[in-house]
């Protein structure tokens, strides 16, 4: 087991590198006055994800949790340093990390739910048995996709 001190570092590392990840699909939010500025705006791969998972919704969660996992592929070779390495233990890891941000912020962004609720969403039991059948799904089509290559 790493050191207190090594845990708190880890720890300290992956809150920064989540606000740096959260910040990547945020909604610019209208005009605030107090502040005078606004909030960071999304990115055109991630507007566009996020579309394609709105109407994919429209038909089932399955269908736009499929969509994000093959949207979220297309980003991750375009923009690699999304993922989160130093605090995963692989790639694949690193990857699930990245879609469990992309779906909070994908919430928010849909339905103007604060992070709380769409924290709260993502970790409702359905929720997450859908993710894990969604991940299955998508990994036997890529098998299959690698088998035809091949």
Do not use: C
């Not at 269908?63 to 995963?88: G, K, W």
């Amino acid at each position: 087991m790493a050191s207190l001190n090594k845990q708190q570092k880890r720890a300290k590392r992956a809150k920064a590198k989540a606000k740096q990840i959260r910040m990547v699909g945020r909604k610019p939010l209208a005009q605030d006055d107090d502040l005078g500025h606004l909030a960071e705006p999304i990115p055109e791969y991630t507007l566009a994800m996020f579309s394609k998972m709105r109407d994919a919704e429209a038909v089932s969660r399955n269908e736009m949790l499929l969509t994000l996992l093959r949207e979220l592929a297309f980003i991750i070779v375009d923009h690699p340093e999304l993922l989160d390495m130093e605090n995963a233990e692989n790639e694949g890891m690193a990857a699930t990390h990245l879609a469990a941000d992309m779906l909070i912020d994908y919430r928010m962004w849909a339905d103007g739910m604060d992070r709380e609720t769409a924290q709260a969403w993502l970790s409702e039991p359905e929720f997450i048995s859908d993710f894990g059948i969604a991940l299955d799904t998508y990994g036997q089509s890529a098998e299959a996709q690698e088998e035809k290559s091949e």
